[in-house]
């Protein structure tokens, strides 16, 4: 291939062709990437790394394509709190100059990648969405973040967040709010908002995350990409805010780091540059990522729950779930309706609300805790009696309910003896608008999320996550379609503990089926 003439040729190949085409089979889908022409707008980071190593463009072009982009997009979403373009030019340079001479950094070499304002940066402010950190620089990057720089990847800038990550929308006082690119009167989803935005409107190619209430999955439903929450404690968590800078919880219960993107293959892409121990536990164990249990998605055993009392999910989101499964069976695929026996829905929830409020009692201000106690009579009573409870209560209690929590993965474990993945709604709604009213951690009465069968309590968006998250069980999102409205909908692959590679493939698979990402209108080149 004439390389110049590629590089030339590449700002006209911006088509979408690459990142929207459904395909066939793994073999047809990996021929026909080759042959179609590399989108530097929407294409996958797998497609750009090919590029990048096959001379069709360089990390130099590919990286001030993307801030060009940036310039012209990004004032409508806000999806950045600090953006890195001259460093990133810098090193954008010296990985070409690196690949002329046959040495390659890792297996991103030269790819440009997003960073949740969350996860300290080296030399690069870091603040958590918080103005008491607005001017905080890192000296050493959480481990996630070295992972992917030494693999060769390309930091563009860091990503909004609510402050702390502790909302289901992102906006602070330190940069502002971010919009969904699919409709700006919309969130794109909390706390790893700025990153599925940045993805969604062709900002970078992937993206480093982290999720304890939904917060790499309810982003990539309402903005229409692939995430991955990860089994509990494969990626390492240091050097992620919350706690403080300098802080240490101890041992991890809910919260994990892991990869947002374009495609399922790129959500395994980056998990595997940024899973693993870190020392002093490197110094004895290693992880690998155990292979997919099917090789055809014909070979897949899955479970699936559309709707349930515990939390009725809007018609329109219904509607779209309902269709992919249709489309699954239609295509020869297993498929088994109902709850894993064992599996109380409501008990799962009870456990994990008070298990996430005693990872926050740190946090919790004694004037937030005042208002719980205020409000238990109010129509948010449950999540204030259960946070109370979280908060407030002793370690013994905490041993209690984390028993409660090994059980639920112990009941899970038990299903996927005989089924592979489980699918099930990763939100009642679409992507919701922006509401930044604010009384309370997390529930923020007097906020309510609208449906077309009236209000619901805004805490309600954090019950289809409450799953994966309290057994540890790894969980992707894949986008599945839109509402007629034109608004996303995501599916929730939840996988069997320590299997990431089965609900990643699974993820991958149904793209086959129903199609994968998207691109948002109006952010065309």
Request: hydrophobic share 40%; net charge negative; glycine share 10%.
């Given at each position: 291939m004439n390389s110049?003439?590629?590089?030339?040729?590449?700002?006209?190949?911006?088509?979408?062709?690459?990142?929207?085409?459904?395909?066939?089979?793994?073999?047809?889908?990996?021929?026909?990437?080759?042959?179609?022409?590399?989108?530097?707008?929407?294409?996958?980071?797998?497609?750009?790394?090919?590029?990048?190593r096959g001379g069709v463009i360089s990390s130099r072009e590919l990286v001030a394509h993307t801030f060009k982009r940036i310039r012209q997009f990004n004032p409508k979403i806000n999806a950045f709190v600090t953006l890195l373009e001259e460093p990133a030019m810098q090193r954008a340079a010296q990985a070409d100059e690196a690949l002329a001479a046959g040495k390659s950094w890792g297996p991103l070499h030269g790819l440009p990648v997003l960073i949740k304002?969350?996860?300290?940066t080296a030399g690069v402010r870091t603040t958590s969405g918080s103005k008491t950190l607005e001017n905080y620089v890192p000296k050493n990057d959480a481990p996630a973040v070295a992972r992917l720089k030494g693999a060769g990847a390309i930091v563009v800038g860091k990503t909004n967040m609510p402050?702390?990550?502790?909302?289901?929308?992102?906006?602070?006082e330190v940069i502002g709010t971010t919009s969904n690119p699919w409709d700006l009167?919309?969130?794109?989803?909390?706390?790893?908002?700025?990153?599925a935005a940045g993805l969604a409107a062709g900002f970078g190619f992937l993206e480093l995350g982290s999720d304890i209430g939904g917060s790499i999955r309810t982003p990539c439903h309402f903005c229409g990409v692939y995430g991955l929450k990860p089994t509990l404690n494969v990626v390492p968590l240091e050097g992620h805010i919350p706690p403080p800078p300098g802080v240490v919880l101890g041992a991890i219960d809910l919260a994990v780091a892991g990869p947002l993107a374009r495609s399922a293959q790129d959500?395994?892409?980056?998990?595997?540059?940024?899973?693993?121990?870190?020392?002093?536990?490197a110094n004895a164990y290693t992880w690998r990522l155990l292979p997919p249990r099917g090789a055809r998605l014909n070979d897949y055993r899955l479970g699936y729950?559309?709707?349930?009392?515990?939390?009725?999910?809007?018609?329109?989101?219904?509607?779209?779930?309902?269709?992919?499964?249709?489309?699954?069976?239609?295509?020869?695929?297993?498929?088994?309706?109902?709850?894993?026996?064992?599996?109380?829905?409501?008990?799962?929830?009870d456990n994990y609300m008070r298990l996430l409020a005693g990872f926050f009692a740190p946090f919790t201000s004694p004037g937030e805790l005042k208002l719980m106690h205020e409000s238990l009579e109010s129509p948010w009573g449950y999540y204030a009696r259960r946070w109370i409870e979280g908060a407030e209560g002793l370690h013994k209690d905490w041993l209690v309910q984390s028993g409660l929590r090994l059980k639920a993965r112990q009941t899970w474990q038990e299903y996927f003896q005989t089924h592979d993945a489980f699918l099930m709604p990763e939100a009642f709604v679409p992507a919701i608008p922006h509401d930044h009213r604010?009384?309370?951690?997390?529930?923020?009465?007097?906020?309510?999320?609208a449906t077309s069968q009236g209000s619901r309590l805004y805490g309600d968006i954090f019950r289809w996550i409450s799953f994966a998250t309290l057994t540890g069980n790894p969980a992707a999102v894949a986008p599945v379609g839109r509402t007629r409205g034109g608004l996303p909908v995501g599916i929730q692959i939840v996988g069997p503990y320590l299997e990431d590679a089965t609900p990643l493939d699974v993820a991958g698979l149904i793209a086959d089926v129903v199609g994968g990402f998207q691109a948002p209108p109006g952010f065309a080149a």
């Open positions: 110049s003439r590629s590089r030339r040729g590449f700002l006209k190949a911006v088509t979408g062709v690459v990142a929207a085409a459904p395909f066939v089979s793994r073999l047809s889908r990996a021929e026909t990437t080759a042959a179609l022409p590399f989108d530097p707008n929407f294409g996958t980071a797998s497609e750009a790394l090919r590029a990048i304002d969350v996860f300290e402050e702390f990550a502790s909302d289901v929308q992102s906006y602070n009167t919309r969130t794109p989803g909390g706390s790893t908002g700025g990153g959500l395994r892409l980056e998990l595997e540059v940024i899973a693993g121990p870190t020392p002093p536990e729950v559309l709707d349930d009392p515990f939390c009725p999910v809007a018609p329109e989101v219904k509607e779209v779930l309902a269709g992919t499964v249709d489309a699954l069976r239609n295509h020869g695929v297993e498929l088994m309706e109902g709850w894993p026996k064992g599996v109380d829905p409501q008990a799962i929830f604010i009384s309370g951690r997390f529930f923020h009465e007097p906020r309510t999320i």
